[in-house]
């Protein structure tokens, strides 16, 4: 049974492996699809499946394969990253999330801020806390900016900002917007702000408005600098302000007129192909729209071949077209203009071809026509009777540089120099890193500038001048003696390196004088502190000594009495052998020390003894052995002695006594 109403199907694709990811596509299925093929391609699907009665779901995989949709999501995150304000971070295609504190995110958000009211994280617009400044950023023009009372104008950045907390004093003290670019009528007030002046329409515009002011191209001509700008008469045409026929024929409103003469000439006349307006009269053969006359020589030559100017140019004209000034004359000679002489006070050989600016041949000289010094970097003099030095200071080396792109017209440089000290020497020193010439010359008080040196390389020079064949100094404050170096010759880039000083000559007498005095002083110093260290020692010594004598004095001491016996003449001659009956007992003769020093902690002392020295077999001592005695000392120790490690067992035991070792 076939129902008159629409049924739903839904199919349920799973792909295991390789596994991807799938999504819900919804599909209708016809009236016509009977019930029972329905149910038998749902019986499989689960019950919580939510059916449709208008629509079907499909889960079907994508096209895309996971690695693009992988990428397509970092690139929708970083895309999300850029964005740090609510409402552009919500405002995407892409889903982002606004996380507060100016950040945006493709996923969810890791540490939620708080922003102000809104609830975080924010994907709806209408959740955003309304903030001026993204709205502000959008107003690129003054006048807007400041119609919103949220947004003022920096004129330092010329930007648009959030006004923020302002006071009414601040608001009333707002500087008013210049202008708009459309209230301007003149290319001159146009081209001075933020403004593009179309010429052909006359009309200011603004820059960021240019597109919508001009949808189809209608501004033919336009420019930004009032130096371009021409004076307009209302209700005329601007083909009158073009020059060369290439000019007039890129306008569409323009075609050329030539003279007839066969050197270029000609006029711009409002036109079109059929010729030009009403108005104006110009042969037909002689008009050209599409294209210019094959003779362009401007007026000053005539062709050869139809199209190849004769030279050379005539009226100090040249160039292929005859269409540039000769060098030294400026001026536009483009169809039929003249060229003048370049007014430089003698100071340049040639100057700008358009505007007649002098290109000024010495270093120093300032102005369009080199007629003064420049006298801010120290350069002084009168170009008009002269020419500018650099007033070099004695005593000081100086380096001029001249290595930019403004120096490469300098083919002189100039320098004066005043020597000071009337006894003393003036040494002159100049070293050039390019080949150059050199002239110097001197001009004392009252008279004229006479040469001295000429012609010379400046490489690398040195000359002395001599006090006694010029005056130097100051006399009556007028400077007696003036030299002035000119390097001339010389093709940019390069370094100059000049000096003047006065030093004084050094007197070889006097110095060797001097020296040998303080030489002699210095010895002579040197002994005397020899001296003195010397007897300084020898009473430190003596002191010492004393010191010493006194500490031995103070030890205590004590008198001692000895009897010493003659020795018998039969005792001095071992030779002589004798037998004697040796008592049984003999009176022990042990010697007593005459002194003993106990140590710390009394277990060793410092025995001394006197010791009877030998007398060679004499009687008496020899001569020079006041009684042929000595003292004798020893360290000992105090106490019982150890005993012995070997005993012999057959001698008796003798009673242990004290002794000393």
């Not at 708009?180 to 960021?208: F, H, M, P, Y």
């Not at 390196?497 to 060797?512: C, G, M, R």
Request: net charge neutral; glycine share 6%.
């Amino acid at each position: 049974m076939v129902s008159a109403t629409r049924e739903f199907a839904i199919v349920m694709l799973f792909i295991l492996d390789p596994p991807v990811m799938c999504q819900f596509v919804q599909a209708t299925v016809p009236p016509t699809l009977a019930r029972g093929s329905v149910i038998e391609k749902v019986m499989h699907v689960q019950k919580t499946v939510v059916f449709s009665r208008d629509q079907d779901v499909y889960i079907t995989c994508p096209e895309v394969s996971r690695i693009k949709m992988t990428q397509q999501h970092l690139h929708d995150a970083e895309r999300c990253g850029e964005l740090n304000d609510c409402q552009s971070c919500v405002s995407t295609s892409f889903g982002c999330t606004y996380c507060g504190g100016g950040a945006c995110t493709k996923d969810k958000c890791r540490e939620p801020l708080l922003d102000g009211n809104a609830s975080i994280p924010v994907k709806e617009i209408d959740q955003c806390v309304r903030d001026p400044n993204p709205v502000c950023l959008q107003l690129h023009g003054c006048q807007a900016c400041t119609a919103n009372t949220q947004c003022h104008w920096d004129y330092e950045a010329s930007r648009c900002k959030a006004a923020g907390n302002r006071t009414a004093n601040d608001i009333v003290d707002t500087l008013p917007c210049p202008p708009a670019c459309a209230a301007l009528t003149s290319c001159e007030n146009c081209t001075q702000g933020e403004c593009i002046w179309c010429q052909n329409e006359q009309r200011c515009v603004d820059k960021n408005a240019y597109t919508a002011s001009f949808p189809y191209g209608q501004c033919r001509e336009w420019t930004t600098l009032s130096s371009k700008c021409r004076a307009a008469v209302s209700g005329k045409s601007q083909c009158g302000f073009y020059r060369t026929c290439s000019q007039c024929r890129d306008d569409p409103a323009c075609g050329w007129c030539d003279d007839g003469s066969r050197t270029g000439l000609g006029k711009c006349l409002p036109g079109g192909d059929s010729g030009p307006q009403e108005e104006m009269e110009c042969p037909a053969h002689r008009w050209h729209f599409t294209h210019c006359p094959s003779c362009q020589c401007n007026g000053h030559s005539t062709c050869l071949d139809g199209h190849v100017c004769r030279q050379p140019c005539g009226n100090l004209t040249t160039g292929p077209h005859c269409d540039k000034c000769r060098t030294g004359y400026w001026g536009n000679p483009v169809n039929g203009g003249t060229c003048q002489k370049c007014e430089c006070n003698g100071q340049a050989t040639h100057c700008n071809s358009e505007t007649g600016k002098c290109y000024c041949s010495t270093k120093g000289l300032a102005g369009d026509h080199c007629e003064k010094c420049d006298a801010t970097n120290h350069y002084h003099g009168d170009p008009s009777k002269g020419s500018c030095y650099y007033d070099l200071t004695i005593d000081y080396q100086f380096t001029f540089n001249l290595s930019k792109k403004d120096d490469r017209h300098f083919t002189q440089i100039n320098f004066r120099n005043s020597p000071m000290k009337s006894d003393v020497d003036a040494d002159f020193t100049i070293i050039c890193s390019v080949p150059a010439k050199m002239n110097i010359t001197i001009r004392t008080a009252g008279g004229p500038e006479k040469p001295l040196i000429t012609g010379v390389n400046c490489s690398t020079f040195r000359h002395r001048f001599s006090k006694t064949e010029h005056l130097f100094g100051v006399e009556d404050n007028v400077t007696l003696t003036t030299f002035y170096v000119y390097v001339y010759e010389f093709q940019p880039p390069l370094w100059i390196q000049i000096a003047f000083s006065q030093y004084p000559k050094l007197n070889l007498q006097q110095f060797f004088i001097t020296f040998s005095t303080c030489f002699l002083l210095l010895l002579l110093m040197a002994a005397i502190l020899w001296k003195i260290k010397q007897k300084y020692d020898m009473f430190r010594r003596r002191q010492r000594l004393f010191v010493e004598m006194e500490q031995m004095a103070s030890r205590p001491f004590s008198q001692v009495i000895v009897e010493i016996e003659n020795r018998d003449y039969n005792e001095l001659s071992p030779a002589v052998e004798t037998i004697a009956t040796v008592p049984k007992k003999r009176k022990k003769d042990a010697p007593s020390p005459i002194a003993l020093e106990p140590c710390s902690g009394n277990r060793a002392a410092v025995l001394s003894l006197l010791v009877r020295l030998p007398t060679g077999g004499h009687q008496h001592a020899p001569p020079g052995q006041v009684a042929g005695l000595a003292v004798a000392s020893a360290l000992v120790t105090l106490g019982n002695p150890r005993r012995p490690s070997i005993e012999h067992p057959k001698e008796p035991k003798a009673k242990r006594k004290q002794s000393q070792h």
